[in-house]
C-alpha cells in the first residue's frame, strides 16, 4: 500500500533534532511504501508563526534530502476549516462554554479533593440560549468543546501495539479558543481528511489525544487513519529536547557544516532496535526501517555521534564535492584538490581546509625546538631536497636524515614536523612538504634552528 503521510511542524520556531525524527519516520516510511510526504505548515497562530521560521523548515527539509510532495500552509485554509465549524455547531457536537481559566481550575481542584477525576462537567452543554446571552452580557466569550460520544476507542498503534482508550474517561476537548482561534486539533484533522493522509506518524506527546482525535475523524464521515506514535528524543541525561536549544537546531548543524546524512543517521536509528549506523542515503535508512522496531522507553541521543559520524563522511569526501565550498573560503583553485587531499583526515567539516591553508601560507610559524633538535634541524635543512618539491621528497628526505644522522620514529619525525608546521600534529607530512613547497619549506627550517 502506497502512505501518504504528513509531517505538521508550526512555523514558530527552528527545529531540532527531534523535530527531524519525526520528519524522518514519516519520509522514510513514504519512500518504503512509494508513497507521498506532505509538509504542513501549521502556522494557524499568526502572533508566533514568521516566514523565516517557514522558510527554514523547508530549508531543513531540502538539506535532510526529504521529498516534499505538497506543501500546505494551515493559515490558507481558514475558510474550509469554518465551513466544518459551523457545520459541527448546527450538529450539536461544538458547544459553547463561558468558564474562566481560574473557574476551571477550581472545578478540578475540587473534583481531585473529592476524590474524582478531573473530567469537564459539561456546564456548558446545558446552558440555554438564555443564559448564554446573560453571561455573554456579562462580557464572556465563549470557547467551544467538542461533545465526545464517551466510548471505547482503539486502535493498532504501528509503534506501540494495540491502544486503548475510553473517551468517556476525558473532558470533551477544546477545539476553539475564547478569542476564535483554532487549537491544532480540528485544523489538523480536518487536513488529514482532505489531504488523503493514510498513516499518521508522530511523537507519543499525542497519543493521550488519539482516542478523541477518532471520535472528530468520525464525526466528520472519515475513516481515521492509521496510527503511529514514536519515543521522543531525549539527551543523555535524559531531558527533554526542546525547541529553544539553539545548537541542537537542523539550522545550526547545517550552518556549522555537519553532514546531513550524520544527523539522519542518528536521528532515525537512536531509540529503536536497529544499530546506530551511519546509513549512505535516506533511501539505506528506508530500507532497514521498520516502524514496529521502534523502543518503547526514550531514545536516548549523544550529540557527540553525530560529530563523529559527521567526520567520518567529511573525511572521505573527494575534492570536487567541497569544491564550492573551498572557493568561498578563497582557497586557489590550483591548490584546491591537493589540499583536500592532504588535510581531509583532520578536518571535521570541509570550511577546516581554511585553517590548514593559512598555516601553510603564513609568513612564519612558532616551530621553535629545543637545543638538542637544532644542529638536527641543520643538517635537515642541508639535505633538503633541491627543485620542486613532490609528495615523494618527504620520504626521500627522511631517508636521507636517517642514515645521516641515526634519528628513527619521533626524534626523526617530530622536529621537521614542528618547524615546517609550528604544531606536533596534524596530516600526514609528505603531501604538506609539497603543498608548503621549497622556499618556504627552507625559510621555516632556518627560522627554527636561529
Ligand atoms: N503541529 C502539531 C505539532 O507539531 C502536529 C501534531 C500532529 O502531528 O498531529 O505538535
Not at 94 to 116: F, I, N, P, S, V
Not at 412 to 424: D, I, N, V, W, Y
Request: hydrophobic fraction near 40%.
Amino acid at each position: 500500500m502506497t502512505a501518504t503521510v504528513r509531517f505538521a511542524p508550526s512555523p514558530t520556531g527552528y527545529l531540532h533534532i527531534g523535530n527531524a525524527r519525526t520528519a524522518l519516520f514519516n519520509a522514510l516510511f513514504a519512500i518504503q511504501t512509494g508513497g507521498a510526504l506532505v509538509l504542513r505548515l501549521d502556522d494557524t497562530d499568526t502572533a508566533r508563526s514568521t516566514e523565516a521560521f517557514a522558510q527554514t523548515i523547508e530549508d531543513d527539509m531540502a538539506w535532510l534530502g526529504i521529498e516534499v510532495a505538497r506543501l500546505e500552509r494551515q493559515s490558507a485554509r481558514m475558510a474550509r476549516y469554518n465551513a466544518v465549524r459551523d457545520d459541527l455547531k448546527v450538529r450539536g457536537l461544538l458547544y459553547a462554554c463561558y468558564e474562566t481559566a481560574e473557574e476551571l481550575d477550581y472545578k478540578r481542584k475540587r473534583q481531585l479533593a473529592l476524590g474524582k477525576p478531573p473530567i469537564y462537567d459539561r456546564a456548558g452543554l446545558n446552558l440555554t440560549d438564555e443564559q448564554c446571552k446573560e453571561l455573554e452580557a456579562e462580557g464572556r466569550t465563549p470557547h467551544w468543546r467538542f461533545k465526545l460520544e464517551g466510548r471505547r476507542v482503539e486502535w493498532d498503534d504501528l509503534c506501540k501495539g494495540p491502544q486503548s482508550i475510553d473517551t468517556a474517561s476525558q473532558s470533551d476537548p477544546v477545539l476553539i479558543r475564547e478569542d476564535g482561534s483554532y487549537l491544532y486539533t480540528l485544523p489538523s484533522i480536518i487536513d488529514d481528511i482532505d489531504f488523503g493522509i493514510t498513516h499518521v506518524i508522530r511523537g507519543e506527546d499525542h497519543v493521550s489525544n488519539t482516542g478523541t482525535q477518532i471520535e472528530i475523524f468520525e464525526a466528520l464521515g472519515a475513516s481515521a487513519p492509521r496510527w503511529a506514535h514514536h519515543n521522543l528524543l531525549v539527551s543523555a541525561d535524559g531531558a527533554a529536547l526542546s525547541k529553544r536549544e539553539g545548537s541542537l537546531s537542523l539550522k545550526a548543524l547545517r550552518e556549522a557544516g555537519t553532514q546531513p546524512m550524520a544527523v539522519a543517521s542518528v536521528a532515525a536509528l537512536v531509540g529503536t532496535a536497529n544499530a546506530i549506523t551511519l546509513e549512505p542515503s535516506l533511501q539505506a535508512l528506508a530500507d532497514g526501517f521498520d516502524l514496529a522496531k521502534t523502543s518503547s522507553g526514550p531514545a536516548r541521543f549523544e550529540p557527540r555521534q553525530i560529530e563523529d559520524f559527521s567526520a567520518q563522511i567529511v573525511h572521505a569526501l573527494e575534492p570536487e564535492a567541497v569544491d564550492d565550498e573551498l572557493a568561498a573560503l578563497e582557497i586557489p583553485a590550483e591548490v584546491r584538490a591537493p589540499l583536500w587531499l592532504a588535510v581531509r583526515a583532520n578536518c571535521q567539516r570541509p570550511a577546516d581546509a581554511a585553517a590548514w591553508w593559512a598555516m601553510l601560507q603564513a609568513p612564519a610559524v612558532d616551530g621553535a625546538v629545543g637545543d638538542e633538535d637544532k644542529a638536527y634541524l641543520g643538517a635537515a635543512l642541508e639535505h633538503l631536497p633541491e627543485g620542486a618539491l613532490t609528495a615523494d621528497s618527504w620520504s626521500a628526505w627522511t631517508s636521507a636524515l636517517k642514515g645521516e644522522t641515526g634519528r628513527k620514529g619521533k626524534a626523526l619525525f617530530m622536529p621537521l614536523r614542528k618547524a615546517l608546521t609550528g604544531m606536533e600534529r596534524g596530516p600526514e607530512m609528505g603531501p604538506i612538504l609539497a603543498l608548503l613547497g621549497r622556499d618556504k619549506a627552507a625559510e621555516r627550517l632556518a627560522a627554527a634552528v636561529r
